[in-house]
C-alpha cells in the first residue's frame, strides 16, 4: 500500500472538525495515520480503552485538558467512533470551549443516530473513504479487480488468499457490524436475507418476493436494506424521474454493495475473461463504484439514477438532470441493439451526453451516442470531462 497513495484530502482550517466514514478495511486507519501523523489517537476497538471511555466519557475531557497545547495544535483522532456514542457530547463540548480539533473515524453513523447521539449540529464536515479507486491504483487489471474487488488488501493479494479473506469479510460483517452493534437482533432473518441480496444484487428490487423468500414482511427487508445503507456496505440508486410516461419505472430501487468483489462472492461469481453476462454485470458494478468515489473524492453535487420502461428498456446511470446517460455493456463488439435503451432515452429525456462504456478497443460515434472503452471512460471521468 506504501505506493497507493489516496486521492481523498482532508484540510481541516482552525476550529474545523470532520467525521470520516467508510466500510470495514477500506483503509481509514491507514490514511489517518499518514495524513495526521503528530495526532493524539482514541483507538476504540483497544478493548480497554472502549471500557474505560464508555464509563466515563469525562476521561477524555479530563486527558486532552491535562495535555501540553503543542500536542493539541493536530486534529484528535477517535477511530471506530461509533462504538462510543456518549463521547461526542464531550467532543462537542471541547470543540466550543477549547477549540479543539477531531476527525471521528467509523463505519457506521446508525447507531449514532438511532441513540440520538450528539452529531455535532454541523460542526464537522463529512468525509467518506471508499475501496480503491483507478486513479490511485494507476495501471488497474481489471479482471482482478472484478474477482478481487478494490479494498485494499484483496486487490494485493494472491487469488486464493483473497477468496480466503471475502468469505471472512462477509461472516466478520453480519457478526461484528450488525449483530455486535445490535442493528437487529433477528439473527436467522438477516442472515438469509445477506443471502437473498446476492441474487438480487444490481437488479429492481421487489420487495415481496424477497420477503417471501427470507419469512419476513417487506417493510422488514426495507429496514434491512437501510441497515446495509447506514453500515456503508451498499448504495441506493433510485430510478430517474423527471418527464417520464406511465411506461416508464419510477418506483423501484436498485442495490449494489459498496465493493465489487464483496458482491462477486454473495452471487459466487468468477470471472476468468473480458466476456459473458457476468463480466458485462460486475463492469457495471464497477463503473458504478467509480463514478460515486469521483463524486465525493471531487466534492461534486451530482445525482446517480436509472431509467427503465415497463418494455425492459434501460439506461444504466443518469447522471444530474439528464447531464450524462451510461449504459455499460461488457461486449467487445456494440452494435445498434446494445443502444436501444439509449436511442429511447434520448427521445424520451434527451441529455447532454449519451455514451456507451463497453470493452471495444477505439472510440467511436454512433450519431448522438459515444462509444468508448472502459479505460477512455475512466480517463476522461477522472480528469472530470464527463460531468
Sequence with gaps: MKNIKRILKIKLPKKQSA???????????????????????????????????????????????????????????????QKVPQVLDEVHWLIENKALRFVLCGSSARKLKRGHANLLGGRAWRYELFPLAS?????????????????????????????????????????????????????????????????????????ANIARDCGIDAKTVKEYYQILIDTLVAVRVEPFKKRQSRQVITKASKYYMFDVGVAGHLTKRNIWEQKGPEFGKALEHFMLMEIIAFRSYTRKDFGINFWRTKTGLEVDFVLGDREVAIEIKGASRIDTRDMNGLEAFIQACPPKKAIVVCNEKEKRAHGKIMIWPWGVFLQELWSGKII
Design 19 to 81: 467525521f470520516l466514514w467508510g466500510a470495514r478495511k477500506t483503509g481509514k486507519t491507514t490514511y489517518l495515520k499518514e495524513n495526521f501523523p503528530d495526532s493524539i489517537v482514541y483507538d476504540f476497538l483497544k478493548t480497554d480503552l472502549f471500557f474505560e471511555i464508555s464509563k466515563n466519557p469525562s476521561l477524555l475531557r479530563e486527558q486532552l485538558l491535562a495535555k501540553e497545547a503543542s500536542l493539541l495544535k493536530e486534529p484528535i483522532i477517535l477511530d471506530e467512533v
Design 135 to 207: 486513479h490511485e491504483i494507476g495501471s488497474i487489471d481489471l479482471l482482478r479487480a472484478l474477482n478481487h474487488g478494490l479494498i485494499p488488501l484483496h486487490y494485493l493479494q494472491q487469488r486464493e488468499d483473497c477468496k480466503k479473506s471475502l468469505e471472512a469479510y462477509a461472516q466478520d460483517y453480519l457478526r461484528e457490524e450488525v449483530f455486535a452493534e445490535g442493528l437487529t437482533r433477528n439473527i436467522p432473518a438477516f442472515s438469509r436475507f445477506f443471502d437473498a441480496f446476492g441474487y438480487s444484487h444490481g437488479e429492481i428490487t421487489n420487495y
